[in-house]
């Protein structure tokens, strides 16, 4: 299946990462943002398959991104893509709406299964 993906991190390697590991599978990013804001403007114009989201932003928190991103865009699938590997903060990720989480470092085999859950 291919799906449209909204990249969200601050780290502009790891964007570029996860562009090179979706092309290859298919996807088709439509956009990019490196912090909360600029989630929250380009999906007022975008509804991806998926998002995929980092939790640490510098403007807003990805934890807390989760419910805006639902706002928008309910129909969009939420892989959160994060370094922090902690129980709660997984649980809580899961609780406010993601539908995957993905700790960093990750292989490109786990970023094809994160978002074909």
């Known amino acids: ?11 502009l390697f790891m964007r570029t990462l996860l562009r090179r590991i979706l092309l290859k599978n298919g996807h088709q990013i439509v ?6 804001s600029e989630t929250i403007d380009l999906l007022k114009n975008l509804s991806p ?4 989201l980092d939790i640490i932003l ?11 991103i639902q706002s928008q865009s ?8 994060s370094a922090i590997g902690q129980e709660p903060v997984i649980r809580q990720a899961m609780e406010n709406g993601a539908q995957a989480y993905l700790q ?3 292989t490109p085999e ?3 299964e994160a978002i074909n859950i």
Do not use: H, R, W, Y
Not at 1 to 11: C, Q
Not at 31 to 36: I, L, P, R
Not at 74 to 81: A, D, E, F, G, R
């Open 1 to 11: 299946m291919t799906a449209t993906v909204l990249i969200v991190d601050d780290s």
């Open 31 to 36: 956009g990019e943002a490196a912090s909360g």
């Open 49 to 52: 398959d998926i998002v995929m």
């Open 58 to 68: 510098p403007d807003i928190n990805g934890l807390d991104l989760i419910a805006s």
């Open 74 to 81: 309910p129909t969009s699938k939420i892989v959160v893509c």
């Open 104 to 106: 960093k470092p990750f």
């Open 110 to 112: 786990q970023v094809v």
